[in-house]
């Protein structure tokens, strides 16, 4: 049963803005966390701005002044096979590739993704760990956040109501990332993450490990990060740094204590591996 | 066979067009002009004494034209498998979360739902009885059934303690190797694609008509006339074709309920839940757990086996006692065992609702008695598929229960042609594929037989109608209902090749009460046999009235395709309409499923289905997570009917016991409060974690009972690919799961403690 009190379908970025200034609405990408969330009571009579159709404005992926910048309404199936994000961002793809299945990779975006704030979200971490930021534009400008700090807790965001996302800036100075993303399931597709990382390196950033599922939002595993830089580490060592990197909890998908120890050896094979 | 036309070639299911088009109407797509919409109240808390059920407000609420609670069922407020027991609408308690208190009928199902809140039922709480054993050890925990229900102890539907030979004398000799182990398995949902429906109206003939998620027509007509309080024949049931079952609708849910509704109101009434409210109240899977001690000599016989048992049936007798028989009845699988000693008690709880899924409780046993095999044969220091073979039933020989059987010989070829496959002949070339060196691989078998239709617990017939129609076409029309297993085309197949006739001469009809005759349940992987038996005869009937209507005209007169050959002329079923006299254009048969010599206080079988599963996974040691890279399921269940049938049947049965044994896990708290509420949380195998090799490899050895040699499989096919999985693990890293399901937190966990 979805209980809305209004509908409605932008035509232009200028529109939306306007609109979105003058009204509370829920800004509706894909649809594909908004609906099942309003199936399960969420967002009652809420009045739904449609941005489908500005994807000319809000959809296409390019090099930026060294910089690959992804439009807010790119789909996961988009980013799985766009050829710039398979270059300089190939963990991207790859969670764009593992997300939920055919369906929900051709609706859901990735700004869906991020302004969902699930600790869940598969784009997040390599997001988070490439230091990538997003750009909020409303009638009274425009600002950039850094995806991390984007999500202050589970469905919560810094995003002001009269504010859209309309891009994503992840900082390349024209070298690409490298490095893999793990998610770890029970199953092999239409999983939600029990623990996810990107373990990612740039020439000029060197190691970044960002974990998701394993603390109320996304976060860098700075502590994990500086063993990278030192030889002979030990998975005792990787246990006591992601100790202080993650905080998981017990629910009904695993334990904390799995998804400590699966992180755990994710990122002690990447450092054995590197 | 290879004069067969029909039988075992690969024939597109009849009702495959119409589904993958939309056209075919389910239940749940029925629509009745101005029908109203019933929404559930359910009970919220999971035990508690009624007090009072107030309805006022909701009765004010907009759209809303009656709210029905006990008051209003006419007949005896209950149903069930083995006895009334399940409320249609509680009246004095609620005894789990998905009991039924009242339902609102409304004009819209949004307007229904929506004043669903406004209904106030005042409880008084009971202590939540959600721990199996301590329900029955215990005498302090809360009696669950209701007051004057017989029961075989405290909060225990029922106990079962049956002894051969003296297995105690065997665990005493010091010379013999015993395996003793503890396993678990989990609550377990069907996940069938179309959720619990119901429509119900009064029609024009005063009668009460029904349509719903349902696997046995008769026997629901039955019991709904019972709670209605009408003769059977002022209640008709339309089952039909189902969105799956998997044994789940065998338990009706909200359908008397809708009937009692729609009785009252003298208008349509359509109840339909939604995922959730089908998880919380559809029966589940019996969860068990077992203790279980097998010996054998240094040779590698097996001596003894030992079972002792709790489930845990949850709320209602429901189909618990039958279950745990089969349980019992299948607990030396299909070894040969001199001494055995089986005991178990199943609980009631607060718990989920339990019934029958695929299977019917030798999931459970199969799993953990395929577990024992390979420990004892570790332990033997003996390959455990010698081992297996070794022990193996015989053709001729009782079970170890002691009671005769038939069937197949497929199981006595079935060790050689699982030697013979790909992925045992290179089993060492596979387990040393594994690309890194922290997956690990294994291979792992598991056998299982599984009785065929109802045992001699109760009857088990089927009837059959075959209609000679004017044009020459035939009717088969029986009350079997089609869930997806394909019995539509089974039936058309087996009919056109005993008929003898074109392929589109043959009409199959199934499923209702007012059109089909009683075929039993659509339940036990008995609709081939016995329907196919059950035509048989009509037909057999059928010719022998041509034969002697033309044998007035003609001097030979031999059955011939599409008709009869008479002195040379082919005299069509046409004209054979035309010569035979009304009263013989429509005839019956009516099959028995033979019982075996023994009755034993469980019900027991004659005739059993056999299948073997090998399966080579890879864990990965980092992530504790399985893949079943390779499979081949052997099932030797008698002729292949339907080549594309069986290998749908096959495919599915893999993926349930992949489910299974990696990941289904149907949970709730100790509060009896559901955790997985819906397919977010409850898991499922997928596509993607089918193995990348799935092969079905028929045993084709005659079933001698079968019609045209064919016997039951839409069960055997799902269970032993659930042990072979876990059997694979230990090769591969020599965990014994040891609970059910395997997940990867539970191997990675393992791996942690015993690195
Ligand atoms: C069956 C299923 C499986 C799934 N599997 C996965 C999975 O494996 N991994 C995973 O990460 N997720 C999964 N999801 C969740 C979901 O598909 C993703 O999070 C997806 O990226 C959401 O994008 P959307 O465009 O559909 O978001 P929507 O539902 O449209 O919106 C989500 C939120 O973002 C806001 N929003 C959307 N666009 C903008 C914008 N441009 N500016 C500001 N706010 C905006 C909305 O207001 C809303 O709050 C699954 C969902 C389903 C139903």
């Known amino acids: ?274 | 066979m290879s004069e067969l036309r029909y039988v075992g070639r690969k024939i597109v299911r009849d009702d495959g067009l119409t589904k993958v088009t939309g056209q075919l109407t389910y239940p749940s797509d029925l629509k009745i002009d101005d029908m109203y919409h019933g929404a559930l109240v359910f009970a919220s808390v999971p035990h508690a004494l009624i007090n009072d059920i107030n309805v006022e407000e909701a009765l004010k609420k907009p759209g809303v034209i009656d709210v029905i609670t006990w008051k209003d069922v006419p007949g005896i407020n209950g149903f069930g498998i083995c006895g009334p027991e399940q409320p249609v609408y509680c009246k004095e308690k609620v005894r789990y979360l998905g009991d039924v208190v009242a339902m609102v009928v409304a004009k819209t199902e949004r307007q229904a739902r929506s004043a669903v809140s406004k209904v106030h039922v005042d409880y008084t709480v009971l202590e939540t009885v959600s721990d199996s054993v301590k329900a029955m050890t215990d005498s302090s925990t809360e009696r669950i059934p209701l007051p004057g229900t017989e029961t075989a102890g405290h909060n225990k539907i029922s106990r079962v303690d049956y002894s051969v030979g003296n297995v105690e004398k065997i665990f005493n000799d010091p010379d013999v190797i015993v395996a003793e182990n503890d396993y678990k398995t989990p609550y377990e949902e069907h996940v069938y694609l179309e959720t619990d429906i119901a429509v119900a109206t009064v029609n024009e003939n005063g009668q009460l008509e029904l349509w719903g998620s349902l696997q046995y027509p008769h026997l629901d007509r039955t019991e709904i006339a019972h709670v209605m309080d009408l003769p059977e024949g002022q209640v008709i049931i339309h089952a039909g074709y189902q969105g799956g079952g998997f044994g789940s609708k065998h338990d009706m849910t909200i359908q008397p309920a809708a009937a009692v509704a729609a009785w009252k109101l003298k208008h349509a009434v359509r109840v339909h839940m939604n995922r959730e409210e089908s998880f919380l109240t559809s029966a589940k899977r019996v969860p068990y757990q077992f203790h279980v001690k097998t010996a054998a000599d240094k040779e590698g016989h097996l001596l003894a086996h030992e079972v002792v048992f709790t489930a845990d049936g949850g709320p209602f007798v429901a189909a618990n006692p039958a279950i745990f028989c089969f349980t019992i009845e299948h607990s030396a699988g299909v070894y040969r065992f001199p001494n055995v000693h089986i005991e178990g008690d199943i609980a009631y709880t607060n718990n989920a609702h339990c019934g029958a899924f695929r299977g019917f409780g030798c999931n459970q046993i199969c799993y953990a008695l395929e577990s024992q095999m390979d420990e004892l044969a570790a332990k033997l220091g003996m390959d455990s598929l010698d081992f297996r073979e070794m022990n193996q039933i015989r053709t001729g020989q009782p079970l170890s229960m002691t009671h005769r059987f038939g069937g197949s010989d497929g199981l006595a070829v079935s060790y050689d042609v699982v030697r013979n496959t790909n992925l045992y002949k290179n089993k060492e070339a596979f387990k040393a594929a594994a690309a890194k060196p922290y997956l690990k691989r294994g291979i792992g078998f598991g056998w299982a037989l599984q009785g065929v239709g109802m045992g001699n617990f109760c009857p088990d017939y089927c009837i059959v109608d075959v209609k000679l129609h004017e044009d020459g076409h035939f009717s088969v029309s029986t009350g079997a209902v089609e869930m997806g297993q394909g019995v539509v085309t089974t039936c058309h197949i087996l009919a056109a090749e005993k008929a003898q006739v074109s392929y589109d001469q043959i009409q199959v009809l199934v499923g209702d009460t007012d059109t089909t005759p009683d075929a039993g349940g659509t339940v036990a992987s008995r609709s081939t046999l016995t329907a196919g038996n059950a035509m048989w005869i009509a037909f057999d009937t059928m010719q022998d009235y041509a034969a002697e209507e033309l044998k007035k005209s003609y001097r030979h007169v031999a059955l011939d395709f599409d008709g009869y050959l008479c002195d040379g002329r082919l005299v069509t079923w046409a004209e054979i309409y035309k010569l035979l006299p009304p009263e013989k254009h429509t005839v019956q048969g009516k099959y028995h499923v033979p019982e075996t010599n023994k009755h034993l206080p469980f019900g027991v079988h004659y005739i059993y289905g056999y299948c073997a599963h090998i399966v080579g996974v890879e864990v990965n040691t980092l992530t504790g997570q399985t893949q079943v890279i390779e499979s081949e399921i052997l099932p030797a269940v008698g002729t292949v009917v339907n080549r594309l049938g069986y290998e749908g049947q096959a495919e599915g049965g893999t993926s349930m016991a992949l489910g299974y044994a990696l990941m289904e896990d149907f949970r709730m708290d100790q509060e009896s409060r559901v955790l997985t509420k819906n397919l977010q949380t409850y898991m499922v195998p997928t596509t993607k974690d089918m193995p990348r090799v799935c092969k079905v490899t028929p045993i084709e050895t005659i079933e001698r009972e079968g019609p045209y040699g064919a016997g039951g499989m839409g069960e055997v096919v799902c269970i032993p690919g659930t042990p072979a999985i876990t059997n694979a693990i230990r090769d591969a890293i020599g965990m014994t799961v040891r609970e059910l399901p395997a997940s990867p937190e539970k191997v990675l966990m393992w791996l942690r403690e015993n690195a």
């Open chain 1, 1 to 274: 049963m979805l209980n809305i009190s209004k509908y409605y379908r932008v035509s232009s970025l200028e529109e939306a803005l306007d609109l979105l200034n003058k009204e509370t609405w829920k800004i509706l990408g894909g649809g594909t966390d908004i609906v099942p969330q309003m199936r399960a009571g969420a967002h009652k009579d809420a009045a739904l701005m449609d941005i489908q159709l500005l994807k000319n404005e809000l959809g296409s992926v390019e090099m930026r002044d060294g910089d690959l910048v992804i439009g807010a309404l790119c789909t996961h199936e988009e980013l799985r096979h766009n050829d710039l994000v398979k270059e300089y961002m190939p963990t991207l793809a790859d969670a764009c590739a593992h997300v939920g299945s055919p369906q929900i990779r051709k609706r859901g975006t990735i700004a869906g993704n991020v302004i969902n704030a699930s600790p869940a979200g598969d784009t997040i971490p390599s997001l988070v760990a490439a230091g990538a930021s997003a750009r909020f534009l409303s009638v009274n400008g425009e600002r950039l956040v850094p995806v991390e700090d984007i999500a202050t807790r589970p469905g919560r965001t810094v995003k002001e109501d009269n504010e859209l996302l309309t891009e994503f800036i992840i900082p390349l100075e024209g070298k690409a990332w490298k490095g893999t993303y793990d998610k770890v399931g029970v199953r092999n597709a239409l999983q939600i993450s029990i623990a996810d990382c990107a373990v990612i390196s740039h020439p000029d950033f060197g190691v970044r490990i960002a974990c998701g599922s394993v603390g109320p939002t996304v976060k860098r595993a700075l502590q994990s990060e500086a063993l990278f830089a030192k030889e002979g580490m030990t998975r005792e060592d990787f246990a006591s740094a992601m100790a202080e990197d993650i905080c998981p909890i017990d629910d009904v998908r695993a334990s904390a204590a799995y998804r400590r120890e699966v992180l755990t050896n994710l990122i002690y094979l990447h450092y054995q591996e590197r």
